[in-house]
């Protein structure tokens, strides 16, 4: 709550004495995260924290309960608008910033979106997820039946976002030229798991590290992880000189 509300403390609250039974920036938080969560009304406001008053709860104080959806819009009327514009415009910089870091890119097949009656096949959904706040920042959702490919629903999705200094990750499907050429284009990095589906670049970095020689002057990280019954130890290696590659490539 200690960015939200920096973010909003110069917000002038408009009323007074018994109306500022609750607190402004709780009916903010609510009501933003009702907003994200598809609410549009402030009915719709109303009805998400009374259905989640248990969460908001956790972390709020709500001295005087969930606000009623007169509460909501009779603040929202209130406010001055450039004020708020103001106030949120720092909010959303300040999220941006928190989120700077990896932003991982991955599609899942909805459950239960077969749709029989139509012989649709089921809804797929790309996300992508800022690690660092644990935030899911976009979603494309697709239809393979339909024509589409995970492929260009996360290109569509990647193409939304800001990508400036953040490192984008998937898996092998997105080792494309155009969806790295896209990342970088949008302001970001890309790291992209490299297999069999690029067989030629796979066989060639397979062949670069596996030479000793070349292994022993790299930088190496290791990590070592004890979990599901058995110990795991992973070493990565990195090497900033990709001239071999591109002479393999052209050759």
Not at 75 to 103: E, N, Q, S, Y
Not at 118 to 139: K, N
Request: charged share 25%; net charge negative; proline share 3%.
């Amino acid at each position: 709550m200690s960015w939200f509300a920096r973010a909003f403390e110069s917000l002038p609250d408009p009323r007074t004495g018994n109306a500022q039974r609750h607190d402004l920036l709780e009916v903010l938080v609510m009501a933003l995260t009702a907003a994200v969560c598809g609410a549009e009304t402030c009915s719709d406001f109303a009805d998400f924290a009374v259905d989640r008053a248990d969460l908001f709860g956790a972390f709020l104080r709500l001295e005087n309960g969930v606000p009623s959806h007169d509460t909501f819009s009779r603040i929202f009327r209130l406010l001055d608008p450039d004020a708020f514009a103001a106030c949120f415009g720092r909010f959303v910089t300040d999220l941006g910033a928190a989120g700077a870091g990896v932003v991982a890119i991955d599609g899942k097949t909805l459950r239960r979106s077969f749709d029989t009656a139509a012989s649709r096949c089921p809804l797929a959904v790309v996300t992508a997820f800022a690690s660092a706040t644990h935030t899911v920042i976009g979603q494309e959702s697709f239809r393979v039946s339909e024509g589409d490919s995970e492929i260009l629903a996360a290109r569509a999705l990647l193409n939304c976002l800001d990508l400036t200094g953040q490192l984008v990750t998937a898996d092998a499907l997105h080792c494309q030229n155009d969806t790295a050429q896209l990342i970088l284009d949008r302001g970001g990095d890309y790291l992209l798991r490299l297999k069999s589906n690029r067989p030629a670049l796979h066989r060639m970095v397979k062949e670069y590290f596996a030479d000793p020689a070349i292994r022993g002057e790299l930088a190496v990280f290791e990590t070592t992880d004890a979990d599901h019954g058995r110990i795991e130890r992973r070493r990565a290696y990195v090497s900033h000189d990709l001239d071999w590659l591109l002479i393999s490539a052209e050759s």
